[in-house]
């Protein structure tokens, strides 16, 4: 019956606003500092089946196929692409970049948190945290740099490393260490460019840049976005059109009911 039509197309045009709410966030964050792209995936939902495949028939052969109906699509899953954002030069001495796999650890006083945004300033105690104007994120472990720094260098080791007016001795700040996980697909994503761990991405493996599959460190380059403009333009172009496909079907579903609703006995 066509009714059974209306929902199937009523369910595909709300997996497709779905997405196009998706990709209107992706385009948003063309230019945030290493977001990561988002993508929406589907499947179809349950189905009646008629007559199911491999049953005899009235003369004892076996039916190849069978008869099923399904009755639309839904969300399946939201998966971030976590591919490496391209590096470009910003000249901050406190900006990093991670080249690879691996997050920054901050801390916002209750909790850890994981970044790829590597944007960081001092706040007044001289500890490294997040360039945020809503909250100090401080960066974990602390990395305490005294006013009368100079020379400041980062090595793609994670050493943070100064020189003190009047002095020729290098001295060392700490390291920079970084956190990887089995399943970044797992990580919730909070705002703020954050994200937070959960059972599903397994627990933080902390450690050296460069080691055990973590990425290096950039000093002076930030991670751009991943987003590519021209690809979620043609996803919008698609999810359009699949827009419309299911809402022509509503309007025949719905011209299919008028007619029978308008049938007459003579």
Known sequence: MAVRALYSSATGMAANSFNLDIIA?????????AYKQSRANFEDIFYENFKLPGVQDNQGNITPTG???????RVQSTEGDFEQGSILPSNGTYDLAIV???????????????????????????????ASADKGYQLQPTISIPQDAINITISGDGVVSY???GSTQ????????IARFINNQGLVRQGDNLYT???????SQFGDPGTEGRGQLRQGFLEQSNVEPVRELVELIKTQRNFELNSQVVQAA?????????????
């Open 25 to 33: 966030n992706n385009l948003a964050n063309s230019s945030t500092t």
């Open 67 to 73: 008869i099923a109906l399904g009755i639309g699509t």
């Open 100 to 130: 690879g796999d691996g997050f920054f650890r901050v801390n916002d006083g209750t909790q850890d948190l994981y970044t790829r945004a590597g944007n960081f300033s001092l706040n007044a105690n001289g500890n490294l945290v997040m």
């Open 163 to 165: 020189q003190q007016q």
């Open 170 to 177: 290098i001295q060392t700040a700490g390291n920079i260490q």
């Open 197 to 203: 761990e959960t059972t599903g991405s397994g627990p």
């Open 254 to 266: 719905d011209q299919t009911l008028q007619t029978v609703a308008n049938l007459r006995r003579f």
